[in-house]
């Protein structure tokens, strides 16, 4: 199994220099893979700006969006987004789609969630269609986001949590993708979100960026990984579980964040 790990681009307090060392000093590292995530209405950078900033300070790795909100932008547009990074990127770009769950992304961009898995829909195909050798992820948990994957995409993208739920997802994935009669097996993506030195910090993040969720933010706080024995023990769940690239995103924007997860990974 692959370990990538985000970049701080939703990060409180983190600017455009860390974010471009942090891509300096991870394609210097072990990472196979830098994830970004995305939202409108969020003190945060557009995932396709920062991502092509990436591409600019690296050799190597791979570069993701895990995920993407595809209908908040024009079909076009997106099209257009996903072919540039790939070309500028020289072919290192994986994109990774979902529909995104917050109503207030939607209505700053003028955009009715009615319709939304529709327009996704239609987006995967025209991609699909028209971008040769892009590697394409859908991210989701319902059966038409898994139907979505199986007919359009080269894997499964993965929302996060301990290993047992991202091994009922990836289990649904492939019987998707093999209900389809598709060849091999879908890629299986995931994730996970960590924290080495000032975890209440990296938990007030979560608390804030999730609180949409309600309640059920407590329960994404309890999975951040606050030790190398926990990044050691989820690694092995989900390489457990089949997974083949797992991204680990920082909730805290310090670059001895990233040293010490290359250190746990030692």
Known sequence: MRIGVGLPTMTPGADGALVLEWARRADAGPFSSLGVLDRVVYDSFEPFAALAAAAGATER??????IAIGPLRPT??????AASLHSLSGGRFTLGLALGARADDYEAAAVDMRGRGRKLTEQ????????????????????????????YADGY??????????????????????DLGRP????????GYF???????GNDYLRDYYAFT???AERIV???????????????GYEEAGCDELVLFPTVADLSELERLEDALS
């Open 222 to 236: 309890a999975t951040n990984l606050a030790s190398a024995r926990a990044i050691k023990d989820f690694i092995r």
């Open 195 to 201: 924290t080495f030195g000032d975890v209440e910090r």
């Open 124 to 151: 995967l195909a025209l991609i699909r269609g028209d971008l040769d050798g892009l590697e394409v992820l859908v991210g989701g948990g319902s059966g038409p986001a898994y139907a979505r994957m199986a007919r």
């Open 214 to 216: 309600g309640p059920f």
């Open 157 to 178: 993208a993965h929302g996060g949590g301990p290993p047992r739920a991202f091994a009922s997802a990836a289990s649904r994935a492939v019987a998707a993708w093999n």
């Open 61 to 66: 790795i791979r570069l993701a969006t895990m």
């Open 76 to 81: 076009a547009l997106l099209a257009k987004q």
């Open 184 to 191: 091999g097996q879908p890629l299986l993506w995931g994730q």
